[in-house]
């Protein structure tokens, strides 16, 4: 098993920021990509990003490129969501999701172990 938690959501105006942040623990958290999902109600799971283990290689959904940036650190078995120029449509249930093997996947069934989430709402 490895628990994730998530913290950081809230509620923000169109524009503003949230950093999201995803605690893991119980394994080596470096051999683990990781991953963000999101869901908004009546819409199924989608991918936000992801970040490969050791590498760091990291890949996004069309629609946030350019807005987010995941990033990992190793030596504290975390992984953060910096989410810039938020818009209403961001407005969604965040969830953190470990996947072994390493390699990043925007496939939500490849991830083994997932958080509760955290919910983000952006006010227009």
């Known amino acids: 098993q490895v628990p994730l938690v998530e913290s950081g959501g809230g509620l923000v105006q169109a524009g503003g920021s949230l950093r999201l942040s995803c605690a893991a623990s119980?394994?080596?958290?470096?051999?683990?990509?990781m991953g963000w999902f999101r869901q908004a109600p009546g819409k199924e799971r989608e991918f936000v990003a992801a970040?490969?283990?050791?590498?760091?290689?990291?890949y996004y959904a069309d629609s946030v490129k350019g807005r987010f940036t995941i990033s990992r650190d190793n030596a504290k078995n975390t992984v953060h969501l910096q989410m810039n120029g938020l818009k209403p449509e961001d407005t969604a249930a965040y969830y953190c999701?470990?996947?072994?093997?390493?390699?990043?996947?925007?496939?939500?069934?490849?991830?083994?172990?997932w958080g509760q989430g955290t919910q983000v709402t952006v006010s227009s």
């Open positions: 119980g394994r080596t958290f470096s051999p683990y990509a």
């Open positions: 999701a470990a996947k072994s093997g390493g390699s990043n996947s925007r496939n939500p069934r490849l991830y083994d172990y």
């Open positions: 970040i490969s283990g050791s590498a760091g290689n990291t």
